[in-house]
């Protein structure tokens, strides 16, 4: 009846996770196809300069999803019981965390329009700072995870 329960709460979290980027995709999605007067009528809105997606962006997409193919690796090798091999994905995946992180950093303080910059900048900044901040407390939880590893307080 636990593992149950905390199956079904992390379903929910992921859950209410996926509804929250949601809301920030909508906004996006929404303010682009028709935009309003007050932003000029045209996406991006005047006198917004975007950021193309295939520079940095494009980067920090293969980091993460390099990220999501070490951890998958640590996984199985835990399940495995290969120790070395899960903290050695384990500790790639915290570096490519703290890389994304950093080029995340990067990109907000090289961006060429700011948050008070309309929808398109509230927007952006808001669904990319709420994901930084999960990759943040991933990196967090990854670490703890390591250390525990390290410490055998996982099994097979």
Same mark, same amino acid.
């Given at each position: /009846?636990?593992?149950? !329960?905390?199956?079904?709460?992390?379903? =929910?979290?992921? #859950?209410?996770? %996926?509804? @929250?980027?949601?809301? +920030?995709?909508?906004?996006?999605?929404?303010?682009?196809?028709?935009?309003?007067?007050?932003?000029?009528?045209?996406?991006?809105?005047?006198?917004?300069?975007?950021?193309?997606?295939?520079?940095?962006?494009?980067?920090?997409?293969?980091?993460?999803?390099?990220?999501?193919?070490?951890?998958?690796?640590?996984?199985? /090798?835990?399940?495995? !019981?290969?120790?070395?091999?899960?903290? =050695?994905?384990? #500790?790639?995946? %915290?570096? @490519?965390?703290?890389? +994304?992180?950093?080029?995340?950093?990067?990109?907000?303080?090289?961006?060429?329009?700011?948050?008070?910059?309309?929808?398109?900048?509230?927007?952006?900044?808001?669904?990319?700072?709420?994901?930084?901040?999960?990759?943040?407390?991933?990196?967090?939880?990854?670490?703890?995870?390591?250390?525990?590893?390290?410490?055998?307080?996982?099994?097979?």
């Amino acid at each position: /009846a636990v593992q149950q !329960g905390l199956r079904m709460g992390m379903i =929910l979290f992921i #859950v209410s996770e %996926i509804m @929250f980027f949601f809301a +920030f995709f909508w906004a996006f999605f929404t303010s682009s196809m028709s935009p309003v007067f007050k932003i000029g009528g045209v996406w991006p809105p005047a006198g917004i300069e975007a950021i193309s997606p295939w520079g940095l962006p494009l980067l920090n997409t293969i980091i993460l999803l390099s990220s999501g193919a070490s951890v998958t690796w640590a996984h199985h /090798a835990i399940v495995g !019981g290969f120790k070395k091999d899960a903290l =050695l994905g384990l #500790v790639i995946t %915290i570096i @490519f965390a703290v890389i +994304f992180t950093g080029l995340q950093g990067f990109e907000y303080v090289n961006a060429p329009f700011a948050m008070s910059d309309s929808v398109y900048g509230s927007v952006f900044f808001m669904a990319t700072g709420f994901h930084g901040f999960h990759v943040i407390i991933g990196t967090i939880f990854l670490f703890v995870c390591a250390f525990r590893l390290y410490l055998n307080h996982f099994s097979r």
